[in-house]
Structure formats: structure tokens, C-alpha cells
T-cell receptor, first 114, second 109 residues
Framework: IAGITQAPTSQILAAGRRMTLRCTQD?????MYWYRQDLGLGLRLIHY???????GKGEVPDGYSVSRANTDDFPLTLASAVPSQTSVYFC?????????????FGPGTRLTVL | GQNIDQPTEMTATEGAIVQINCTYQ??????LFWYQQHAGEAPTFLSY??LDGLEEKGRFSSFLSRSKGYSYLLLKELQMKDSASYLC??????????WGAGTKLIIKP
């Protein structure tokens, strides 16, 4: 089934540890995004990539890094996790960056940092 | 700053009609999206409005007034499966999506 997959589904992590959240899409979409979703807040953009080989910073990029080596994969790395990074992380993709392009979301990764 | 406002929670009865409002103040406007998100799941696309007026899609309709910075999502013939959060998002002048916190809709029998 075409779509976006994320791994792991959930993770409990000790503060200070390094963690990579994986995201893969098979729709050949050009653009990909990482969001975090916290209770009472809207989705907040962490990093994005308009096309393979390029990345950009979103609203809340501090403490996170991304890479886009190919079209399909867009991993998110937490270099040294802190408790404030406890959240649900969604990866999304869109065919392009036109205004009307809807975003398709992966199932999410629930991350707890202790 | 940029701001999207939606009611936190609404309750409606199965079979009825409900209107979920969204007001926005953003730097530029390049369209407004509505997404549905069931608890513990990913958001899924419902509608996109860029011109003023009403767009109808089955039981769901979305309205936009750019001059008022206002949109609503209208759900008709409510079903229990419509219990979910509804997210409003505006594409700003940088073509990024600015998201509201979402409206949790509770459907009662």
C-alpha cells in the first residue's frame, strides 16, 4: 500500500541520548516535512525538504537535524534528547510545493524523553 | 505574529449538523486547509479553499471569507465515526502551513 511509514511507533529515551526517527514514502513526492504535535498546540514544523538534497528550518528546529539524501527517506535526528522533546512526531509529504498541494501524513512516532 | 483560532471542543448529536469555525491572522494567505484527525492517528486531508465561497464535498462543506479571515467546516448528517479532531491550517506568504490547535468534536447518540 502506497504511503508513508515511520519507525519506531513509540520510544522511551533517556535524556542525553541520540535518537533517529525514520520516515520513508513511496509516492515519489518531492517535498517532505517533520512536525511535532503537543497537547493544546497546533502542529509545529521542525524541518522540511522541498526536494531531494535540500533542507530548511521550520518553526522549532533547535535540537533537531535532518537529511534528504534521496527522494524516499527523510530521517529526523535528536542529537542529545531533552524532556521538552517529549511529543508525537509526524512525518508528511506532498507532491510539490504549490499552494494547493495537500500533505499526506505518516502514522506518527510517540517519543518520551525521561 | 501568526494566529489560528478554533474552538477547543464541540459536542453534537448523531444525525445533526455542526459548524466548526476557524479565524486566522497570518502573514499572507495562499489557501486554507481542513484536516480530520482521529485519536491516535494521523491527520487526513478534507478540503482546500483559496477563493471565497462554499465548497461542498459529500456530507462535508468548507466556507472561506478572505476579507474576514474566517472559514468554517460544515458537517451534515453526523455519524459516530465523525468523532475526531478537526484541524484548520493556513498556507502563509512563505508557503508554509500554520496550524490551529484543532477542535475536538464529540458525537453523542
Amino acid at each position: 500500500i502506497a504511503g508513508i511509514t515511520q519507525a519506531p511507533t513509540s520510544q522511551i529515551l533517556a535524556a542525553g541520548r541520540r535518537m533517529t526517527l525514520r520516515c520513508t514514502q513511496d509516492m515519489r513526492h518531492n517535498a517532505m516535512y517533520w512536525y511535532r504535535q503537543d497537547l493544546g498546540l497546533g502542529l509545529r514544523l521542525i524541518h522540511y525538504s522541498n526536494t531531494a538534497g535540500t533542507t530548511g528550518k521550520g518553526e522549532v528546529p533547535d535540537g533537531y537535524s535532518v537529511s534528504r539524501a534521496n527522494t524516499d527517506d527523510f530521517p529526523l535526528t535528536l542529537a542529545s534528547a531533552v524532556p521538552s522533546q517529549t511529543s508525537v512526531y509526524f512525518c508528511a509529504s506532498s507532491e510539490g510545493t504549490e499552494a494547493y498541494n495537500e500533505q499526506f501524513f505518516g502514522p506518527g512516532t510517540r517519543l518520551t524523553v525521561l | 505574529g501568526q494566529n489560528i483560532d478554533q474552538p477547543t471542543e464541540m459536542t453534537a448529536t448523531e444525525g445533526a449538523i455542526v459548524q466548526i469555525n476557524c479565524t486566522y491572522q497570518t502573514s499572507g494567505f495562499n489557501g486554507l486547509f481542513w484536516y480530520q484527525q482521529h485519536a491516535g492517528e494521523a491527520p487526513t486531508f478534507l478540503s482546500y479553499n483559496v477563493l471565497d465561497g462554499l465548497e461542498e464535498k459529500g456530507r462535508f462543506s468548507s466556507f472561506l471569507s478572505r476579507s474576514k479571515g474566517y472559514s468554517y467546516l460544515l458537517l451534515k448528517e453526523l455519524q459516530m465515526k465523525d468523532s475526531a479532531s478537526y484541524l484548520c491550517a493556513v498556507r502563509d506568504s512563505n508557503y508554509q502551513l500554520i496550524w490551529g490547535a484543532g477542535t475536538k468534536l464529540i458525537i453523542k447518540p
